[in-house]
């Protein structure tokens, strides 16, 4: 029998895992985050970012659903939040964007996500069977990513027979972190991850997988808990990555953030 989680988070808080109820809440999470509130995402297309929301809410929910599906996907839960509308009560929560209202801004789309999910931790089981089509659409709004993602990849060296599953309960695969801003400041995006970490060593996986876009969480992940080992596997230094553009040459499609390192970390969890 696995040992009990020994990560706990403040008493309000409750961690869960995600169904497909969860999905539109999550994506919302998710899109707002990112579109309002990375280090990456938001510098880099700063115009129209209402939206490029609406458009990735529209694009992610596919990639969103089959991490869901995968049953290792988690999420923290606010047990004493009070809901904004009654309708939102009704259903257990409820997202009131209107993606005809392209003026609104993050603090108006944030106040419309009226439910109790509040953080989110996305996962999959590496050995699941995937040919990065559920990529495809969400670069239709945030290109730039491909750079991203082709950067780290150039940086791993390792073999793929040292670290890839060859059967399912291996190795998990980490598929997107958030939290919501007005829950910032609680310590959710670290202690759900130490949390997942040992959740995941419970259920018999042996290795942990993670590409990090904030510094906060490469600390988190390059720093876990005993007895968890992290190994940097490769970094991409948001303002070193150059793309060949047709007609300017070189350029750095980043080159608005502040410097930071995106990694992509391993975590043992023998």
């Known amino acids: 029998m696995a040992s009990p989680n020994p990560i706990h988070l403040p008493s309000r808080f409750q961690i869960r895992q995600l169904t497909e109820r969860d999905v539109p809440h999550a994506l919302a999470i998710t899109t707002h985050a990112n579109t309002f509130h990375s280090p990456i995402w938001a510098p880099t297309y700063p115009n129209d970012q209402a939206a490029r929301a609406y458009r990735l809410q529209q694009t992610a929910i596919n990639f969103i659903a089959i991490n869901v599906i995968s049953g290792l996907s988690y999420g923290v839960f606010d047990t004493e939040y009070k809901f904004k509308r009654p309708e939102s009560a009704a259903t257990g929560g409820k997202l009131w964007w209107d993606s005809r209202n392209t003026d609104a801004t993050g603090a108006e789309l944030l106040e419309q996500m009226d439910f109790p999910l509040v953080s989110i931790a996305m996962a999959y089981d590496g050995a699941e069977p995937r040919d990065g089509s559920e990529w495809a659409p969400i670069l239709e709004s945030v290109p730039a990513y491909a750079y991203l993602r082709a950067e780290l990849a150039r940086g ?67 720093n876990p808990p005993a007895p968890f080992r992290a190994e940097l596997v490769s970094r991409a230094g948001i303002g070193e990555v150059e793309v060949e553009d047709g007609e300017e040459g070189v350029v750095r499609p980043f080159g608005k953030c502040e410097a930071f390192d995106c990694c992509l970390i391993w975590v043992d969890l023998r």
């Open 156 to 222: 791993d060296k390792r073999d793929p027979d040292s670290w890839k599953p060859r059967g399912y309960g291996e190795v998990v695969r980490r598929g997107g972190t958030a939290t919501r801003q007005d829950y910032a400041g609680f310590g959710l995006a670290k202690g759900m991850a130490h949390w997942h970490l040992w959740e995941m060593k419970g259920r018999g996986f042996s290795g942990y997988q993670i590409t990090t876009a904030h510094p906060g969480l490469s600390r988190v992940f390059l």
